[in-house]
């Protein structure tokens, strides 16, 4: 019989998990070697106290992604974990106070809409076509396959998609056009948000990403009874049955290389020998640590782009409950452009940030103690370069609390039982992702979707890549897809 082939994988991530459980299904040696204790990536789980807090990613969309992935092995994700689909995505304070209800059936938000706002229903449910419409025509091309690989543009779908690129919408920016269809500033506003999803700003990223409202209006917002941190450990349970080994807590510290192919990888125990080597973690890091290659084109190329927004986390176990508040909550700023200025331009946290508060106690009553809610509080955030995020940090908390009083109308700081932060500069020593970007590079740019890194090495034999900073990009369901392209990839190639 012929010996297995060998892949190790740098990183434990969505990405890293959905490349080790389709090639062990394919009958490769699975090895997984992960800095922290834990599966998962920046979707880890926190204990404080009596609380438990998701520290990463809080909403599940494109549920039909993981699903495939379970699938593609004879596996049910219901077996494994359990999603409930919300009736309220999202709760949404304005600073004028207005409310709105961020409904999971598109019909009962455009009347929502109608209701509170001076915009129409028929403009929701317009806006929502033209959401369906561009997700149809890019999907194909932009997540589901290797932008790289000369296969894909033999493709009918992604002919289709290449033909009506002028129906992309990537002339113009988001904000341009929704203010097309729009008329109400706090509608803009809501839909302008939909650029954080990916870590950029709405008043330069391509309107090509208004994609992403038809992922959670038309497809579906779901959460997790146990919180979203269940999800990567759902995957690791089924790579482990499928004979994937883990090795936590044994960082990868160089990448072996002869004659110009990846060899294997060298951790504090010695060298490990692979057929092929795959990297889920950051790509320049990849280069310019792991294998000693500052001069790799896409090293240089990662230096010049932007990169993505990161994120500012406040952990606040609250002793007492808010029925007001739903599992998401958004509570907007009041200029939304100086926002972004203050993120992109001046990378200083902004001085009125729009505020998200998530709480899964409101799902899984075990999160917290009786009477009390957990409370995952973050904003928007520069990238790392250096600032002094204890002044940051406590600037920031002073204007979260006050908006989060002015809004909610009672005092919530005295509400907090025990509190701790997670900033860019940690987010950065955790994961490995430069300057604590939370999606690898920004989309702020018409080719930002073309920069991404490859799911293949060229200058590397036997080397790939897979996670938020690889092509098709940041996000859960983008990081397991960025698996699943590299996984049919080296089925192709090796």
């Not at 040696?29 to 922290?36: L, M, N, P, R, T």
């Not at 907090?416 to 999606?439: K, R």
């Not at 690889?470 to 699943?484: N, Q, Y």
């Amino acid at each position: 019989m012929n010996k297995a082939k060998r892949v190790v994988i740098i990183g434990a991530g969505f990405g890293g998990l959905s490349v080790a459980i389709r090639l062990a299904a394919q009958g490769w040696k699975v090895d997984v070697y992960e800095q922290q204790s834990y599966a998962g990536g920046k979707a880890g789980s926190l204990k404080l106290g009596g609380y438990r807090f998701d520290r990463g990613p809080s909403l599940i969309t494109m549920r039909e992604v993981f699903a495939e992935l379970f699938e593609s092995v004879g596996r049910r994700l219901e077996d494994y974990v359990q999603f409930e689909q919300l009736d309220t995505v999202c709760s949404y304070f304005f600073s004028d106070g207005t409310e709105l209800a961020s409904r999971g059936n598109p019909e009962d938000f455009a009347r929502e809409v109608a209701a509170k706002t001076d915009d129409s229903a028929e403009s929701v449910r317009c806006f929502l076509k033209y959401s369906r419409g561009i997700y149809k025509k890019t999907a194909e091309l932009f997540l589901m396959h290797s932008l790289h690989d000369w296969a894909t543009y033999f493709k009918p779908q992604v002919w289709k998609g290449l033909l009506s690129r002028g129906k992309l919408d990537a002339r113009r920016s988001m904000d341009t056009a929704i203010r097309s269809f729009f008329q109400d500033p706090r509608m803009r506003q809501f839909f302008n948000r939909y650029a954080t999803y990916n870590g950029s700003d709405p008043y330069q990223v391509p309107a090509t990403l208004n994609i992403i409202p038809h992922v959670e209006y038309n497809m579906g917002a779901y959460a997790s009874k146990t919180g979203i941190y269940a999800l990567p450990q759902a995957m690791r349970s089924l790579a482990e049955e499928l004979g994937v080994e883990f090795h936590f807590e044994q960082p990868v510290e160089k990448i072996s290389v002869q004659n110009g192919r990846a060899t294997g990888v060298v951790t504090a125990s010695g060298e490990v020998s692979a057929d092929i080597v795959l990297s889920n973690i950051d790509a320049r890091r990849t280069y310019e640590v792991l294998l000693q290659d500052p001069e790799a084109p896409y090293a240089q190329r990662y230096r010049q782009l932007e990169a993505s927004s990161s994120g500012l986390v406040f952990f606040w176990g609250m002793k007492s409950s808010y029925p007001e508040l739903t599992v998401n909550n958004i509570f907007f700023s009041r200029d939304y452009p100086a926002e972004f200025k203050s993120l992109f331009s001046e990378l200083r946290c902004p001085d009125d940030p729009t505020v998200y508060v998530n709480i899964t106690s409101k799902l899984a009553p075990g999160d917290a103690p009786e009477g009390g809610e957990n409370w995952f509080v973050l904003v928007n955030a520069p990238r790392n370069s250096g600032q002094d995020w204890a002044s940051e940090t406590a600037r920031t908390r002073e204007r979260v609390l006050a908006r989060l009083e002015q809004a909610l109308g009672r005092s919530v700081a005295n509400d907090i039982a025990v509190e701790e932060v997670l900033t860019p500069a940690h987010i950065e020593e955790e994961t490995g992702s430069y300057y604590g970007s939370l999606y690898g590079i920004s989309s702020n740019s018409k080719t930002a979707a073309f920069l991404r890194h490859p799911a293949r090495s060229r200058r590397y034999g036997g080397l790939y890549f897979c996670g938020g900073s690889v092509h098709p990009g940041g996000g859960m369901p983008l990081a397991v897809l960025s698996g699943k392209i590299a996984a049919d990839i080296i089925k192709k190639k090796e």
